[in-house]
């Protein structure tokens, strides 16, 4: 167990070598188009603040199935993943409503956000050219 880890995670209930691993691949990436659009469209602040204020029309702009408007407004972190949705898209909705990788990592796992955090500490106390060791 790594320093700082207060809490184990219970092993995943797939496997971690493909097939069990998701695999975003070409077919994927393109089934899941729309919903990236969608999810990448919120880097911008109004679109956040159109999202925020009717989630299922801003969806809807963007041409999301109802089957993937449902796995946005239930925030099924897993659920968007395997419907073609990137991580790094992805994570731009989890931050517009105040979620985060923990989050995402915990739904998948079936743990709290909190416990993912205890897990996995952020073990970086400083960085390069932060000036706290001369070097910056």
Do not use: I
């Not at 931050?95 to 955090?117: E, Q, R």
């Amino acid at each position: 167990m790594r320093p700082g880890m207060s809490a184990a995670l219970p092993a995943p209930g797939f496997d971690l070598t493909a097939p069990g691993t998701l695999l975003y691949d070409g077919p994927l990436s393109t089934q899941g188009f729309a919903l990236n659009r969608f999810c990448l469209s919120l880097k911008q602040p109004r679109n956040r603040e159109r999202f925020l204020a009717d989630e299922a029309a801003y969806a809807a702009s963007y041409g999301l199935t109802p089957a993937q408007t449902a796995l946005v407004t239930s925030r099924d972190w897993t659920g968007l993943l395997d419907a073609g949705g990137h991580l790094q898209a992805v994570l731009k909705l989890a931050a517009t409503v105040g979620c985060n990788l923990y989050h995402m990592a915990g739904h998948t796992l079936g743990v709290s956000a909190d416990d993912m955090h205890r897990a996995c500490p952020r073990l970086v106390a400083r960085l390069p050219g932060d000036g706290l060791r001369g070097d910056g």
